[in-house]
């Protein structure tokens, strides 16, 4: 039985070479799923280039609304086609669905061959462009055999994903992904254009004392959540949060707390997205040994009905959340 390989950040390991190495675990694989994660690693370059040019090429930075009336920049829709562009024309990509397109992009059936749907938010936070504030794609992946409904494959309970990850584009541009296997973080080197491996077997510090969440809502927070808040407060937590969930996700997976955006009077529903914001991010926090849940229950068990439903958000360490929860449920 082969060992499996023990990644350190001693040796230089690329997204590739890590890719490939995972793919020899499956000596039966076709291929298109490493192609997948080699497409959105190619898309992070290729955004990370133009974002770093967002002040220099002002046609990046104007504003607009998306299809949920939500603030929209350029950037946001250069990010999905690069993305779309970068996924291409594979012949086992099944589906697609974006934060940026109103409804999914059915591309192929399973019966013409289509075995995966990547769905993705291209540039999320980036109202936060022009400030220099980091903001990032957010990537899921499922595979279509486990679809109970052919025509919306795309449909399944986050626990079925066999990827998920995002790339934030920061002061360096960093890809955090897992396959169910661990989560591992590799850092863009411009200098060579490859995503190094840095963090591998990531694992979410248990008892962090940061709380994450928009404290402008507050007044509409329930009884639970108010309970909560003053209770981090009076135990001395810090509240950190930035307002890209990529870069609080971040933060939370590498330093433990809690990270959350409960149900508000604007979004009654919490503002967060299932399909490609709260599942990718609880797969990773999950993977990392963390716990996401929207309050009523874990967010990877919930049966999606709608490619752009919200859903309310906590991610963090076992310990925060636990805590969090019992105070909900008292
Ligand atoms: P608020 C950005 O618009 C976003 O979708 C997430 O990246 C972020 O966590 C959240 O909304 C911030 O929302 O209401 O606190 O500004």
Same mark, same amino acid.
């Given at each position: 039985m082969?060992?499996?390989?023990?990644?350190?950040?001693?040796?230089?390991?690329?997204?590739?070479?890590?890719?490939?190495?995972e793919?020899?675990?499956?000596?039966?694989?076709?291929?298109?799923?490493?192609? +997948?994660?080699?497409?959105?690693?190619?898309?992070?370059?290729?955004?990370?280039?133009?974002?770093?040019?967002?002040?220099?090429?002002?046609?990046?930075d104007?504003?607009?609304?998306?299809v949920?009336?939500?603030?929209?920049?350029?950037?946001?829709?250069?990010?999905?086609?690069?993305?779309?562009?970068?996924?291409?024309?594979?012949?086992?990509?099944?589906? +697609?669905?974006?934060?940026?397109?109103?409804?999914?992009?059915?591309?192929?059936?399973?019966?013409?061959?289509?075995?995966?749907?990547?769905?993705?938010?291209?540039?999320?936070?980036?109202?936060?462009l022009?400030?220099?504030?980091?903001?990032?794609?957010?990537?899921?992946?499922?595979?279509?055999?486990?679809?109970?409904?052919?025509?919306?494959?795309?449909?399944?309970?986050?626990?079925?994903?066999?990827?998920?990850?995002?790339?934030?584009?920061?002061?360096?541009?960093?890809?955090?992904?897992?396959?169910?296997?661990?989560?591992?973080?590799?850092?863009?080197?411009?200098?060579?254009?490859?995503?190094?491996?840095?963090?591998?077997?990531l694992?979410?510090?248990?008892?962090?004392?940061?709380?994450?969440?928009?404290?402008?809502?507050?007044?509409?927070?329930?009884?639970?959540?108010?309970?909560?808040?003053?209770?981090?407060?009076?135990?001395?937590? $810090?509240?950190?949060?930035?307002?890209?969930?990529?870069?609080?996700?971040?933060r939370?997976?590498l330093?433990?707390?809690?990270?959350?955006?409960?149900?508000?009077? $604007?979004?009654?529903?919490?503002?967060? $997205?299932?399909?490609?914001?709260?599942?990718?991010?609880?797969?990773?926090?999950e993977?990392?040994?963390?716990?996401?849940?929207?309050?009523?229950?874990?967010?990877?068990?919930?049966?999606?009905t709608?490619?752009?439903?919200r859903?309310?958000?906590?991610?963090?360490?076992?310990?925060?959340?636990?805590?969090?929860?019992?105070? +909900?449920?008292?």
């Amino acid at each position: 039985m082969e060992r499996p390989p023990k990644y350190t950040a001693d040796n230089l390991t690329t997204i590739q070479s890590f890719i490939l190495q995972e793919a020899r675990r499956h000596p039966n694989a076709s291929g298109e799923f490493s192609w +997948l994660l080699s497409a959105i690693a190619l898309a992070g370059k290729v955004i990370a280039a133009k974002i770093r040019r967002v002040h220099l090429d002002p046609v990046l930075d104007i504003g607009g609304d998306n299809v949920h009336g939500e603030q929209q920049k350029p950037m946001d829709l250069v990010a999905n086609e690069i993305i779309i562009r970068c996924l291409g024309d594979r012949t086992d990509l099944g589906l +697609l669905g974006s934060e940026e397109e109103t409804e999914p992009v059915q591309l192929r059936s399973a019966e013409e061959g289509g075995k995966y749907s990547v769905l993705f938010d291209p540039l999320d936070g980036s109202a936060n462009l022009g400030l220099g504030v980091g903001v990032g794609t957010i990537f899921s992946i499922l595979r279509h055999e486990q679809a109970l409904d052919a025509e919306a494959p795309h449909l399944q309970i986050g626990r079925k994903q066999v990827a998920a990850g995002y790339i934030l584009y920061g002061p360096s541009t960093v890809l955090v992904l897992s396959t169910g296997r661990g989560v591992h973080m590799f850092s863009l080197d411009p200098a060579v254009g490859a995503f190094v491996l840095v963090r591998p077997d990531l694992m979410i510090p248990s008892g962090g004392k940061t709380y994450s969440l928009n404290e402008a809502n507050a007044d509409s927070f329930g009884p639970g959540w108010r309970d909560w808040l003053s209770g981090c407060r009076r135990t001395g937590w $810090r509240s950190r949060y930035i307002g890209s969930m990529v870069a609080d996700v971040h933060r939370t997976l590498l330093e433990g707390g809690v990270f959350a955006y409960p149900p508000t009077a $604007r979004h009654t529903e919490g503002k967060l $997205r299932l399909m490609y914001e709260a599942n990718p991010m609880a797969f990773l926090i999950e993977q990392a040994g963390g716990r996401g849940d929207t309050g009523e229950g874990p967010i990877l068990d919930i049966k999606p009905t709608h490619v752009h439903q919200r859903v309310p958000v906590i991610l963090g360490d076992q310990v925060g959340v636990d805590q969090l929860l019992k105070t +909900l449920r008292r």
